[in-house]
Nanobody, 119 residues
Framework: QVQPVESGGGLVQTGGSLRLSCAVS??????MGWFRQAPGKEREFVAA????????YYTDSVKGRFTISRDNPKNTVYLRMNSLQPEDTATYYC??????????????WGQGTQVSVSS
């Protein structure tokens, strides 16, 4: 079974930055997305990038702060997060998108990487 492998999380202060990485294999060259789940909340969509990286899409709360990118030869997707806020605290996951219009993820979830932002 193919699963993404996320890394790069950590503990930062408000206003800090992190870059998350997601290594994928098998089902590459697909539309990809980042999602997050805060304690006690549903998992939510954060950002998406098209197969060749030409189109990106962000949820409103991260626009202007987060940047999604990909390096297809390295089979890796990134999420650069700047100006982090306590409300960004969550476990972050990447996944293939089964539907671009709805940003619906596939069923192949990895372990995620924890991001904690202190106030």
């Amino acid at each position: 079974q193919v699963q993404p492998v996320e890394s790069g999380g950590g503990l930062v202060q408000t206003g800090g930055s992190l870059r998350l990485s997601c290594a994928v294999s098998g089902r590459t060259l697909r539309n990809m997305g980042w999602f997050r789940q805060a304690p006690g909340k549903e998992r939510e969509f954060v950002a998406a990038i098209s197969t060749l990286g030409l189109i990106t899409y962000y949820t409103d709360s991260v626009k202007g702060r987060f940047t999604i990118s990909r390096d297809n030869p390295k089979n890796t997707v990134y999420l650069r997060m700047n100006s982090l806020q306590p409300e960004d605290t969550a476990t972050y996951y990447c996944n293939w998108l089964s539907d671009w219009e709805t940003k619906k993820p596939s069923d192949y979830w990895g372990q995620g990487t924890q991001v904690s932002v202190s106030s």
